[in-house]
T-cell receptor
Framework: ETGVTQTPRHLVMGMTNKKSLKCEQH?????MYWYKQSAKKPLELMFV???????ENNSVPSRFSPECPNSSHLFLHLHTLQPEDSALYLC??????????????FGPGTRLTVL | GQNIDQPTEMTATEGAIVQINCTYQ??????LFWYQQHAGEAPTFLSY??LDGLEEKGRFSSFLSRSKGYSYLLLKELQMKDSASYLC??????????WGAGTKLIIKP
């Protein structure tokens, strides 16, 4: 248990569906992240929030929409996804952004399959 | 561009020592992280280096040379449970982690 939870753990959706991924951290951290992990590829940073403000959007397609209502919760809203979006989506949190404050604690991930 | 290079796969024997190398090129540098990821699980933090030199933490040690853009993770007294992927990540000037693709370490009896 890392103190970061994600739901659902598995999700299968069609290309026309709308779904949301949820992440919650119980660590009192100030920064939260969404990553995409595909087989044999580096972790891809999608979104970073610090103190509930979006810090970085790494050219992520608009079919992915993040929401950070407070410092403990992070959502990833999904709509009209493509099969190539199938991957493991990881949420992480850290105390801050700088130096060793950036030690990230990861949730177990959501395995997403787009049909 | 920003880039992290590490070997794709390594094999070692139980009880032995293995060194996993990582080279990085980033826009600015604010430290180097190593994470361990077992198959089907999330990454977990192993170490952080920002100054040159060796940091020892039990069976695991991590080394950094900022001038060479180089780090390594040293695992001693290997155990079967050390079979996992080891991810190298560098923190750039925007405080973004740039990740390597990971080194899959296979431990044989």
């Amino acid at each position: 248990e890392t103190g970061v939870t994600q739901t659902p753990r598995h999700l299968v959706m069609g290309m026309t569906n709308k779904k949301s991924l949820k992440c919650e951290q119980h660590l009192g951290h100030n920064a939260m992240y969404w990553y995409k992990q595909s087989a044999k590829k580096p972790l891809e940073l999608m979104f970073v929030y610090s103190l509930e403000e979006r810090v970085e959007n790494n050219s992520v397609p608009s079919r992915f929409s993040p929401e950070c209502p407070n410092s403990s919760h992070l959502f990833l809203h999904l709509h009209t996804l493509q099969p190539e979006d199938s991957a493991l989506y990881l949420c992480a949190s850290s105390l801050g952004l700088a130096g060793d404050y950036n030690e990230q604690f990861f949730g177990p991930g959501t395995r997403l399959t787009v049909l | 561009g920003q880039n992290i290079d590490q070997p794709t796969e390594m094999t070692a024997t139980e009880g032995a020592i293995v060194q996993i190398n990582c080279t990085y090129q980033t826009s600015g540098f604010n430290g180097l992280f190593w994470y361990q990821q077992h198959a089907g699980e999330a990454p977990t933090f192993l170490s952080y280096n920002v100054l040159d030199g060796l940091e020892e933490k039990g069976r695991f040690s991590s080394f950094l040379s900022r001038s060479k853009g180089y780090s390594y993770l040293l695992l001693k007294e290997l155990q079967m449970k050390d079979s996992a992927s080891y991810l190298c990540a560098a923190l750039d000037s925007n405080y973004q982690l740039i990740w390597g693709a990971g080194t899959k370490l296979i431990i044989k009896p």
